[in-house]
């Protein structure tokens, strides 16, 4: 299975935008990168996904490398709602495990 | 619209006992299912995952088995628990496109909070 590598921690100003990176190097032709967060002691909650283009939705936009071997989770305005866990993770046809990595802790400082 | 049901939130039981944590989807037909554990400041690891009624894929050797004995309702469960069996326990759900094996994004449950002592 492609795996995925995150920063285990980053540290964001309140208002200010965020970029947090994943690395996907072995990636397959039809994976997808998935985005969760985890707020603490609630589950994952999906933010986005893309496969080849950036994508934007009303909680961030996702930026993927040309070679798909990274992706960066661009969250614009960075509010202390905004602390959790994200997730990167591959899924996509003919991979449906979902399996999720350690994440990057996001502590936003006020 | 679509929801998952998971109960109970939180429980507590002795080791050696057995465990039944049941999920339920609904708005929805066909979807896969999915179990993860959390260990107390440890990211999310899949146990088992379901592509159908009956098809059930484990992820991890462990004393946990499941079981989707309808289209939406899986079952987590074990005939005896071990202290290590402590975590928070997340059912979710996706999309499955019939005749391609893509899952769109997961939905997760509140989660259940299982303390084995």
């Known amino acids: 299975d492609a795996k995925t590598t995150q920063p285990n921690s980053m540290e964001s100003n309140e208002e200010e935008p965020v970029h947090l990176p994943c690395n996907h190097s072995?990636?397959?032709?039809?994976?997808?990168i998935h985005w969760y967060r985890q707020l603490p002691s609630q589950g994952p909650e999906y933010v986005i996904h893309?496969?080849?283009s950036n994508v934007n939705n009303r909680m961030a936009s996702l930026a993927i490398a040309e070679d798909r071997k990274s992706s960066t989770l661009i969250l614009h305005r960075a509010t202390l709602r905004d602390a959790a866990v994200y997730y990167c993770?591959?899924?996509?046809?003919?991979?449906?495990?979902?399996?999720f990595g350690t994440g990057t802790r996001l502590t936003i400082i006020p | 619209s679509q929801t998952i049901h998971q109960w109970p939130a939180t429980l507590v039981q002795p080791v050696g006992s057995p465990l039944s944590l049941e999920c339920t989807v609904e708005?929805?037909?066909?979807?896969?299912l999915y179990w993860y554990r959390q260990a107390a400041g440890r990211g999310l690891q899949l146990l088992f995952y379901?592509?159908?009624?009956?098809?059930i894929s484990s992820e991890v050797p462990q004393n946990l088995s499941a079981s989707r004995p309808q289209d939406r309702q899986f079952i987590l469960s074990s005939k005896k628990l071990l202290l290590s069996d402590s975590g928070f326990y997340l059912c979710?759900?996706?999309?499955?496109?019939?005749?391609?094996?893509?899952?769109?994004?997961?939905?997760f449950g509140q989660g259940t909070r299982l303390t084995v002592v």
């Open positions: 979710a759900w996706s999309t499955r496109l019939l005749g391609q094996g893509f899952s769109t994004e997961a939905f």
């Open positions: 072995t990636i397959s032709g039809t994976d997808y």
């Open positions: 893309g496969l080849t």
């Open positions: 993770i591959l899924g996509g046809f003919g991979n449906e495990k979902l399996t």
């Open positions: 708005g929805t037909s066909n979807p896969n």
């Open positions: 379901s592509v159908g009624i009956g098809q």
